[in-house]
């Protein structure tokens, strides 16, 4: 029995949490993307673009602050390119994702090369050019509570800045989204955006503004990945982690509360791959690894196959807008 | 070796006087170019060492992609480049199509064997390295458990971790190894966030010293055992700057001394099989400034004590990859 709580033991939660946290970040990017009608398979290369320049720029001017800017700045210079393509070209959103992920991959190694010469990577930050676990006052009356102790400190309040904005995130999305016009009409924009039209609202504006606040959102993760998760950029070092974020926007059908719990059960999938020792003293064999690090996207298909309720996407989502002559 | 160069650059007056070309050796980097303060650069260490030395030239390119492998090879035989030395495992297919072209041309590759009577192929004994980082390893630990992160799961990583275990096995018979690989696709090697995670689920299970062989994916890996406090060994490179006092060592791959080698040979190239172990300074674990200071002196007379028994026969290394099994650590 003990062998089964320990697969939920501290820190197998801690890192479910540190590895969902950039899944939710980018799960929500494309949730408001999607939501207006924009396929969005380029949320791993704008990550990759926000975590090699939030790394540049915060090891140049050691400031953090500026990183994550110039992070948000650099996935935002990515969105445009992406609603340039497919809202004012009318162009294949899938076929312009795809190319903002190759460009992604290959410009940012180019100029770390160049600029660092470093082997395609930055230098490693120095720690107050990182995202660093928040101070709470009191931290270690709190860590000293007995049960609720180790759990408040090390689960709930040891985090940094960026995993607390993922997780206001949430709330914060659905309120847009389902509480507020612009939201209202956001979604409208990815069911019908001819009505929208019709009704006298720019569909163009607010599928553009959809686009860049997945720009913004995309910014975040990938200056949570450079920045605070680790110190300094990796090539490809997203690795795939965009994808598994448009795989949990599928199992949450498109809702943010859904992502929120997508996302915290795909970190968790993660977190405990990591830990053989626990799923083999628990099940008593071997799991192998590799079963857990497809999971994600077996149990995505499952949910697609209309197993587990219906997954439907926005209607016109995919579709560029073209007003009736 | 100052003999020979002297024999050589005779050679090389004669050959110029008798009006045949001079052939220059050649080296060809990997992608990730020469400057990528690994397996390249490294490579290219070799070569400018052979040149300050010798006053010789040598011909190089940086491929810029997959495609250009066989076309740099030809190009530069076609030139009448002789010998030409390539750095990485990535050349054997573009080396097997090419090498039996040039009959005359003598072609080094690193890290890879192609079987072709004018190939050398280098190869080093990573488990005997990776041995003596294992005594340091099980040396400097408090906990008695000390752990690996592999990166893409494939027989060589293994090799790797085998010998590690050996190495800290053979230190102290007691000691806990743990190890865990990042992935099974190309992935795993630039995945410095699950090499992070990696390295704090291996603290949480005991372990204080962590030795990494995951490329990208080890930056995190070290980044992490020194915020977390914990002793890091690095690899192929000597990477004890990244983090100075806080990474135990580095498992060395001497791809300087391969090429160097290599190019001091000249035309007369040895061809055929060319291991690369502690015996010729082929691997090795690093010792700086940078780690001085957390190396104790036991731990020295320990490690040295073993790399001279191997050399000696005394201990034998298994290697992983002769037989796929480790006596030492299940996979």
Redesign the interface.
Known sequence: MIEFLNLFSL?VLE?SL??GT?LLLACLAGLFSERAGIFDIGLEGKMLVAAFFSAAIAYSTESVWLGLLAGIGASMVLAVIHGLASITFRGNQLISGVAINFLAAGLTVLIA?TWF?????TP?LPEEARFNALEFPGLDTIAAMPVVGPVLANLILGHDLLVYVAFAAVPLTWWILFSTRFGLRLRAVGENPAAVDTAGINVVFLRYMAVLICGVLCGIAGTY?ATA????F????T???GYIALAALIFAKWRPWYALGACLLFGYL??IA????LLEAAFGFKVQ??LL?ALPYVLTVVILAGFVGKAIPPRAGGEPYVKER | MTVMTKLMSAATGLALTAGAAWAEPAIIFDL??K????F??SAFNGATRWAEETGGTFREIELQSDAQREQALRRFAEAGANPIVMAGFAFGSALEEVAADYPDTKFAIIDMVVDAPNVRSVVFNEHEGSYLAGIMAAEASETGTVSFIGGMDIPLIRKFACGYAQGAKAANPDVTV?A??T??TP?AW?????G???T??QI??GSDVVYAAAG??G??VL?TAA?EGILSIGVDANQNY??PGQVLTSMLKRVDNAVYDALSQGEDLETGFNVMGLANRGVGVALDANNEGIVSYAMLSKTFGAADQIVSGEITVHDYMSDESCPALDF
């Not at chain 1, 990591?274 to 020792?277: H, N, W």
């Not at chain 2, 400057?35 to 690994?38: A, G, I, L």
């Not at chain 2, 630039?190 to 699950?194: A, C, F, I, L, R």
């Open positions: 820190p890192s540190r590895l950039p090369q010469k470093q082997g395609g990577r490693s990945l998760l680790q110190a300094g990796v090539k490809d070092m690795a795939g982690r993660q977190a990591l830990r053989p020792d690894v590799q690090d | 990730g170019g400057f990528d303060k690994s390249n650069e743990i865990n690989m992935g099974t992935a630039n995945d410095p966030v699950k992070s995670e990696l704090k689920a949480s299970q990208g994916t930056v995190g980044q915020d990244l983090h």
